[in-house]
């Protein structure tokens, strides 16, 4: 069974960055996702990248995060920047279309 890991999650101030991470047990996939889910909020798409192709944001996080991946690593990261308060959630990553199983995810929590 695939597995997908997402690391890299923390607590930052407002302004603040981080980078997050995800690999998975096979050789990562052509097309993959990020997701992030805010307490008591339904589950949202953030950002997707292909093999080769250029990354796509929400409209949410777009000019403040930077999707990357490397391929010969099973790697793919999640630079954020700017970070605001209303991006305080659990990011995951998963492949497009999305596997039935999901990492644990990695919390993201911005605050002063």
């Known amino acids: 069974q695939v597995q997908l890991v997402e690391s890299g999650g923390g607590l930052v101030q407002p302004g603040g960055s981080l980078r997050l991470s995800c690999t998975t047990s096979?050789?990562?996939?052509?097309?993959m996702d990020w997701y992030r889910q805010a307490p008591g909020k339904e589950r949202e798409w953030v950002a997707r990248?292909?093999?080769?192709?250029?990354?796509d944001y929400a409209s949410s996080v777009k000019g403040r995060f930077t999707l990357s991946r490397d391929n010969a690593k099973n790697m793919m990261y999640l630079q954020m920047n700017s970070l605001k308060p209303e991006d305080t959630a659990l990011y995951y990553c998963?492949?497009?279309?999305?596997?039935?199983?999901w990492g644990q995810g990695t919390l993201v929590t911005v605050s002063s």
């Open positions: 096979g050789s990562i996939f052509s097309i």
């Open positions: 990248i292909a093999r080769g192709g250029s990354p």
């Open positions: 998963n492949r497009y279309p999305p596997l039935e199983v």
